[in-house]
């Protein structure tokens, strides 16, 4: 390993999800040895990881042969088990984002009160304690407000909007009946989400990337564009912030900063991912060092890429169709690659279902105008069906 | 198959070098199923390949079972036995580029007259019957003339430079003394080596890419630069003459057209290779649509992509160090990645020699100047050195 330099340095990777998938792709390019842990046979990055260790996430066992298989580990989700994490690392397996940081973002709670005690701008929120506290919440922070399990959400998963007194109890009940900790957030009126791609080096150097904007559809994201229209007051705070959390967390990696972009010209942090994340997909083909390649330097010690937007990007989700669930079809493609600019990426996800993340496009073009209506015309094309539903 | 379009189309590649894994890059972005036929275990293609079958490029049973394992076969280098694949594809396997292109392009002599008879500017050529008429070829084409190996050569490998009357009797051993068929071709004096990558769909519509400039050492490719430092009617011609390359050889799939362009302005065909070549690498960052994601579109009957350059982009490659041989190690790999605009891609071979390619860097910035300047320093620090040799 010495001897040969970062290029014998093995990676393990928690998770074999599409982003791991990008993740081997980066890595592989240079060369370099991917193990992955992931409960599924045919996860999207079975066929391209170099080995593949089939176990839960949760595994103990799993968890300490990928550490004993690679030299430094890395996931592809916030949610697993942070405490085998830091017994591995305390046993000596480099794991980057380090399980510190981990436990303070996984948790929402902890996140935002880091960021609100480091002087970042984040919505008012605050813990529920019980249901009675949970009644007088309205009150402090205003209807709406969200009610959010403070582990394990994603694509809105784990989040409850109370619009009103009579949503409480039926918000609580689907949140686990506080099972789970929750916590409340006022709901900001926001004009814009944006989000920043912002990755720390081993040595302390953190990178930014341009400001994305971000749209969303029933808490999924569907369109990402680069660079954001935002004037460029607010693009900057945007880059501060995210620069900030980069030192507040002490994060080695890449790392999403999701914000929103209010009407007063405000900046406020939504959430942060410790990992590359759906809205960072755009710089595989947008930018000089995808948001892949550069986590993979990142936690191998290397020196940080070049993140400089080449042209216009566009990236758009391609999720599972209403009413589509089973093995997966992707129909449209012909009709979609005769667009200029179209880049297609099939995660390779054996069963669809409605709203299920199988893959995305980006196109790049000469403006932002030509490449949003050229990515627009191709995901009309392209649809995430199922073989039963292309059989009838 | 097809239920779901081409993407359950499952490739079929003949060879697992780096071309090879470059190809299955692209492919496994789509979610295309790969199998590769090599007889290398740990060969570049391996880790990422969907199946491997182990066996040499002219084991017909090998062959046999990649085609039925595949909708699609192609060949990431030209020297493989055009019967063989005739035969699959009368049984009815598509294999692109065709047998009949192949067998017409891997034979130096054939592809010259071919490229001759459709008007297209070549060095002089004859054919070598015997040694007796190969001593009166110096009178004809005049010195230096170049002795060629009509199959099999690559790298300069299968070529002899015949200087004087006296060099004769030494090429001609070197190159089998008549064992395989032989062609001497008149030397060009060129001012620049240039070549332009094509590529044409099942549908007959061709796309080229912008003219690229390269600099060889000891008959092996080191740099190519894009776009080409050349007048607009040299380019023109060079691009004009690719196209037409194209509709003489009715190629499917990527096509590289190597040429001289010289002193007096006009530009001679040196070689054509019916595959994605090394002097195409820089499309992977330098261009919307790399020359692999290209050869996949059009073998799969997809409509071909953009082939804009999005920046100037200059490729270096990375050879094994003159005096390491044996298991390979990257020494420089930090320094490289610490200059701006550097991507790394090493393929994986576990062996290296010297001269052996292992590994090339692509630099895109804002002007050629900038480019060149930074895949210079990038190539300076990176060296392919032998493990034995580093421990010394």
Chains 1, 2 share one sequence.
């Not at 957030?185 to 971000?214: H, M, T, W």
Request: glycine content about 10%.
């Amino acid at each position: 390993m010495t001897l040969a330099g970062y290029l014998e340095k093995r990676i393990g990777i928690v998770g074999g999800g599409q982003l791991g998938k990008m993740m081997i792709q980066e890595a592989k390019k240079m060369g370099i040895h991917v193990t992955i842990l992931d409960p599924v046979p045919n996860c999207p990055a079975h066929s391209i990881a170099d080995a593949h260790i089939m176990a839960d996430f949760k595994d103990e066992a799993g968890l300490r042969e990928l550490a004993e298989q690679s030299d430094v580990l890395t996931y592809e989700f916030e949610h697993i088990g942070v405490e085998i994490l830091q017994a591995l690392e305390e046993e000596g397996h480099p794991i980057y984002p380090t399980p510190k940081s981990l436990a303070v973002i996984q948790n929402k709670f902890l996140q935002k009160e880091a960021l609100k005690n480091a002087g970042l701008l984040v919505p008012d929120f605050l813990g529920v304690e019980n249901q009675e506290q949970l009644r007088g919440i309205g009150g402090i922070l205003g209807y709406p407000f969200l009610l959010k399990a403070c582990t394990g959400g994603y694509d809105g998963k784990g989040n409850a909007l109370i619009q009103r007194p009579e949503d409480l109890e039926e918000g609580y009940r689907q949140l686990g009946s506080g099972k789970i900790p929750l916590m409340a957030e006022a709901f900001v009126a926001f004009e814009k989400e944006i989000s920043v791609l912002a990755c720390r080096g081993l040595s302390g150097e953190i990178v930014l990337y341009p400001v994305a904007e971000n749209f969303h559809q029933d808490n999924i994201l569907i369109e990402t564009r680069v660079p954001a229209d935002l004037s460029p007051s607010v693009s900057e705070k945007a880059l501060q912030m995210a620069y900030k959390v980069m030192e507040v967390f002490e994060g080695v990696g890449m790392f999403c900063v999701e914000m929103f972009a209010t009407h007063e010209g405000e900046v406020v942090i939504n959430e942060v991912a410790p990992r590359p994340h759906n809205s960072g997909h755009y710089s595989i083909e947008g930018c000089v060092t995808s948001q892949f390649e550069q986590h993979i330097r990142a936690i191998l010690g290397l020196p940080l890429g070049e993140t400089t937007l080449v042209r216009p990007t566009v990236m758009r989700n391609l999720l599972g169709e209403e009413g589509c669930i089973g093995k997966a079809r992707v129909a449209g493609v012909h009709e979609a690659l005769g667009i200029p600019g179209v880049k297609l990426h099939v995660y390779g996800k054996e069963e669809t279902k409605p709203k299920r993340k199988m893959g995305h496009i980006t196109v790049t073009a000469q403006s932002m105008e030509a490449a949003a209506q050229l990515a627009k015309r191709a995901a009309e094309q392209v649809k995430i069906l199922s073989i039963e539903e292309g059989t009838q």
